[in-house]
């Protein structure tokens, strides 16, 4: 029995396309589909920059445990160049301070999927997500778009085996746990726009951060006793050079990663509203998120007008929420982007950032296009601005809120 139309009937899945990490859970998977469908398995493993991954290791346990073809796309530039980029442009920020790495990188794994799974003739497309989080949707929405002849199947939500049970299945037919068996392990999932872990003591939530849950971020308390400056340019609202280095965006996001991670910064402890009712705790660990997000919003405020810094992040916030609730394929997320590129046509300049043991704060700022004139603003007396004005000003500005004062018995 299934519940909804993209699932996929057993009686039909003769040829599986495999979202595969190379994890617990995938490897197990690897097996099963194999042994419950009659099937075969072709595995796909999708690079988005995690960081310190062996595909080639990936790869050969794929084949080991029996997929007919193992593939690995490296979508980095197309995740850096479609998915970060607008973000970037967005400041897409979910909750309070989420940046959304995860949701990101899901439609462009569930669009490689499509294109692999047609590509190789599969049916079916299996992926490891439970059933209690946002992956399945995003990756699940995403496929059901893309691709209505492909269905769709999903182990670990059907299944029941809980990961003793998926350890004992593993030693019966030789699959190799990483790390061993003994410790649990956090859940874990990363790109190179940022790494969360879930599970464990971060279920509790008096439970403080325990030092071995940061993997690459360095703990504040350890990071240099110097701080350090580093200047992000934009142009037209994406980062283009670090310390006037130019620098290709994925690159780019990748050298900020490691400033930032040395320096402690982007730590973030967060409580989230997932998209299927759940409330959890997320560690995050976004060190170029916190220099480029950071420096992003400071020059986007500098050459907006008040009228446009007031909406722009009501947008923001509209659009970190479609993506984050798997709907990046939705047109209100298109119509929203051109709204975001328009604004970012002028955001070009320069922001500096102070980084000290986790903090990253702005400390210099510039651009041709600033809504800023020194000789405006300056205390000095005299300049272009007129001082005489500003009673009539305040004359009219205020006339509505004093009319209702007296009319209501106040004054
Ligand atoms: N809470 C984040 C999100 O919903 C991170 C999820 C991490 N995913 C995972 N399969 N471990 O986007």
Same mark, same amino acid.
Request: net charge negative; aromatic share 8%.
């Given at each position: 029995?299934?519940?909804?139309?993209?699932?996929?009937?057993?009686?039909?899945?003769?040829?599986?396309?495999?979202?595969?990490?190379?994890?617990?859970?995938?490897?197990?998977?690897?097996?099963?589909?194999?042994?419950?469908?009659?099937?075969?398995?072709?595995?796909?493993?999708?690079?988005?920059?995690?960081?310190?991954?062996?595909?080639?290791?990936?790869?050969?346990?794929?084949?080991?445990?029996?997929?007919?073809?193992?593939?690995?796309?490296?979508?980095?530039?197309?995740?850096?160049?479609?998915?970060?980029?607008?973000?970037?442009?967005?400041?897409?920020?979910?909750?309070?301070?989420?940046?959304?790495?995860?949701?990101?990188?899901?439609?462009?794994?569930?669009?490689?999927?499509?294109?692999?799974?047609?590509?190789?003739?599969?049916?079916?497309?299996?992926?490891?997500?439970?059933?209690?989080?946002?992956?399945?949707?995003?990756?699940?929405?995403?496929?059901?778009?893309?691709?209505?002849?492909?269905?769709?199947?999903?182990?670990?939500?059907?299944?029941?085996?809980?990961?003793?049970?998926?350890?004992?299945?593993?030693?019966?037919?030789?699959?190799?746990?990483?790390?061993?068996?003994?410790?649990?392990?956090?859940?874990?999932?990363?790109?190179?726009?940022?790494?969360?872990?879930?599970?464990?003591?971060?279920?509790? &939530?008096?439970? *403080?951060?325990? !030092? +071995?849950?940061?993997? =690459? @971020?360095?703990?504040? $308390?350890? /990071?240099?006793?110097?701080?350090?400056?580093?200047?992000?340019?934009?142009?037209?609202? &994406?980062?283009? *050079?670090?310390? !006037? +280095?130019?620098?290709? =965006? @994925?690159?780019?996001? $990748?050298? /900020?990663?490691?400033?930032?991670?040395?320096?402690?910064?982007?730590?973030?402890?967060?409580?989230?509203?997932?998209?299927?009712?759940?409330?959890?705790?997320?560690?995050?660990?976004?060190?170029? /998120?916190?220099?480029?997000?950071?420096?992003?919003?400071?020059?986007?405020?500098?050459?907006?007008?008040?009228?446009?810094?007031?909406?722009?992040?009501?947008?923001?916030?509209?659009?970190?929420?479609?993506?984050?609730?798997?709907?990046?394929?939705?047109?209100?997320?298109?119509?929203?982007?051109?709204?975001?590129?328009?604004?970012?046509?002028?955001?070009?300049?320069?922001?500096?950032?102070?980084?000290?043991?986790?903090?990253?704060?702005?400390?210099?700022?510039?651009?041709?296009?600033?809504?800023?004139?020194?000789?405006?603003?300056?205390?000095?007396?005299?300049?272009?601005?007129?001082?005489?004005?500003?009673?009539?000003?305040?004359?009219?500005?205020?006339?509505?809120?004093?009319?209702?004062?007296?009319?209501?018995?106040?004054?």
């Amino acid at each position: 029995m299934t519940t909804a139309s993209y699932e996929a009937d057993p009686a039909n899945v003769h040829r599986v396309l495999l979202l595969y990490s190379g994890g617990l859970d995938t490897s197990v998977m690897l097996k099963w589909i194999q042994e419950q469908y009659q099937a075969d398995v072709v595995a796909l493993t999708v690079d988005l920059g995690q960081p310190g991954e062996d595909y080639v290791v990936v790869r050969a346990k794929a084949i080991e445990l029996g997929a007919v073809d193992a593939l690995v796309v490296d979508a980095r530039e197309e995740f850096a160049r479609e998915f970060v980029a607008r973000a970037i442009k967005a400041n897409a920020i979910y909750g309070l301070g989420y940046p959304l790495f995860t949701a990101l990188g899901r439609p462009l794994i569930a669009r490689k999927a499509v294109e692999a799974a047609r590509e190789a003739n599969c049916d079916t497309v299996a992926h490891g997500c439970t059933g209690k989080g946002n992956d399945q949707v995003r990756i699940e929405a995403t496929i059901a778009t893309l691709a209505p002849e492909l269905k769709v199947i999903a182990p670990v939500r059907s299944w029941q085996m809980g990961r003793e049970e998926e350890i004992a299945y593993a030693r019966v037919r030789g699959i190799k746990v990483r790390g061993g068996s003994e410790i649990v392990p956090y859940s874990i999932d990363d790109n190179l726009w940022g790494r969360s872990s879930e599970g464990r003591w971060i279920e509790e &939530l008096d439970h *403080a951060p325990e !030092d +071995d849950v940061f993997q =690459l @971020v360095t703990r504040p $308390e350890e /990071a240099p006793d110097e701080a350090e400056t580093v200047t992000v340019s934009f142009e037209g609202g &994406l980062p283009v *050079a670090l310390n !006037d +280095d130019p620098l290709g =965006l @994925v690159e780019l996001l $990748e050298r /900020a990663g490691e400033i930032g991670a040395r320096h402690g910064v982007g730590i973030v402890d967060h409580i989230e509203d997932r998209v299927v009712g759940l409330k959890v705790r997320d560690i995050y660990e976004v060190p170029a /998120a916190a220099i480029v997000l950071t420096a992003h919003a400071e020059l986007e405020r500098l050459v907006g007008t008040i009228h446009q810094n007031q909406l722009k992040p009501m947008l923001d916030q509209r659009w970190a929420y479609l993506v984050y609730a798997g709907l990046w394929l939705e047109p209100l997320r298109t119509d929203l982007d051109a709204y975001m590129d328009a604004v970012n046509e002028q955001v070009t300049g320069k922001i500096g950032l102070k980084l000290y043991k986790g903090s990253a704060r702005v400390v210099t700022r510039s651009s041709p296009n600033a809504v800023y004139d020194p000789q405006l603003a300056t205390f000095e007396s005299g300049g272009l601005f007129s001082q005489a004005a500003s009673p009539g000003f305040i004359e009219l500005w205020s006339l509505q809120s004093r009319m209702a004062w007296r009319m209501r018995d106040r004054g």
